[in-house]
């Protein structure tokens, strides 16, 4: 099984609880008008990733207590990321998943793939960005609109905390000189960091 892939990040802070893989996949059709990844939007963009290759080098990587999806759209490569996630789970690491869906539209949607990536899915968050409802005030979220949902009890502790953990960034600089971000900032926060 292949996945397209924008970019894979083996140990990163901000993207969910803990120390966590991140996985943005390549690919989606919601196109959030304000969305902060429009590079993302294209299936053909990316590269490709067989999934168990990927497993076993998120295995024999840094040490990380779970995994994130994120996009373009998991659940357009439903299938291939809940294998995966079966992977990961089987050594112990957790998952969280990312959506611009509504979970009452993945339960109803009557798709096979959908249910299989929720039914290994410890977190989930969904919902489309809306750009006029900008919400920086919990993690991991952009706009008021998305919602947290605690599908396993492996991060239910969290339910009563999430206004206490803030938003943050990294930025990592690459060999060839180029500066990549991830996590969750305003834009007066970037253009402050850039400044610097």
């Given at each position: ?14 993207e ?22 429009p ?36 659940f ?63 993690p ?15 991060y ?41």
């Amino acid at each position: 099984m292949v996945l397209r892939v924008h970019r894979f990040l083996p140990s990163t802070a901000v993207e969910g609880p803990g120390i966590r893989a991140c996985l943005q996949v390549q690919g989606c059709p919601i196109h959030c008008p304000g969305c902060a990844v429009p590079f993302t939007w294209p299936e053909d963009g990316g590269i490709t990733m067989e999934v168990e290759q990927l497993a076993a080098h998120i295995l024999n990587g840094p040490e990380v207590e779970g995994i994130t999806f994120l996009g373009g759209e998991p659940f357009e490569q439903a299938g291939e990321l809940a294998r995966l996630a079966r992977n990961l789970r089987a050594s112990g690491l957790s998952v969280m998943t990312f959506t611009g869906y509504l979970v009452e539209n993945l339960r109803s949607a009557g798709r096979a793939d959908w249910m299989e990536l929720l039914a290994v899915t410890d977190l989930l968050i969904d919902g489309p960005f809306e750009r006029e409802r900008l919400d920086t005030s919990r993690p991991w979220v952009g706009s008021a609109n998305q919602r947290y949902h605690f599908l396993t009890d492996r991060y239910i502790d969290l339910k009563e905390k999430l206004t206490d953990i803030p938003n943050r960034l990294e930025v990592r600089i690459t060999p060839d000189g180029r500066v990549m971000i991830n996590g969750l900032a305003e834009l007066k926060d970037l253009r402050a960091l850039l400044d610097l």
